[in-house]
């Protein structure tokens, strides 16, 4: 059975730093993109981040460019989101997903609703909260 599954979340003060990893099981993660998206309440879901099959490729928000990195390493079956500097603005429930490019990186852009077809499989979520 293929599963994503996020951790890492939590609260931290503004400024602070987390990491967020979604681990991959059931399903050959290494021929795909990983998007990392995110829902603050009241708002829609955004994309923040994409990478490459392979690694070798990136994208990111301009909200998040410069704060955020996102790695991964297929050998482990992981992807990691570093947040830096986190901001208010920030606090969401964060998901992953399994995905093809053109639509994570057209998520990342602002047309989450683009390729819905090419979506493979979300993750359930993980909180961050970011608050004095």
């Known amino acids: 059975q293929a599963q994503l599954v996020e951790s890492g979340g939590g609260l931290v003060q503004p400024g602070g730093s987390l990491r967020l990893s979604c681990a991959a099981s059931?399903?050959?993660?290494?021929?795909?993109?990983i998007g990392w998206f995110r829902r603050a309440p009241g708002k829609e879901r955004e994309g923040v981040s994409c990478i490459s099959s392979r690694g070798n490729s990136t994208s990111y928000v301009d909200s998040v460019r410069g704060r955020f990195t996102l790695s991964r390493d297929n050998a482990k079956n992981t992807v990691t989101l570093q947040m830096n500097s986190l901001k208010p603005e920030d606090s969401a429930v964060y998901y992953c997903?399994?995905?093809?490019?053109?639509?994570?990186?057209?998520?990342?852009?602002?047309?989450?609703?683009?390729?819905?077809?090419?979506?493979?499989?979300w993750g359930q979520g993980t909180q961050v909260t970011v608050s004095s």
């Open positions: 059931g399903f050959t993660s290494d021929s795909a993109t």
């Open positions: 997903a399994a995905l093809s490019w053109r639509a994570c990186t057209a998520a990342v852009r602002g047309n989450i609703r683009e390729y819905q077809s090419d979506y493979r499989y």
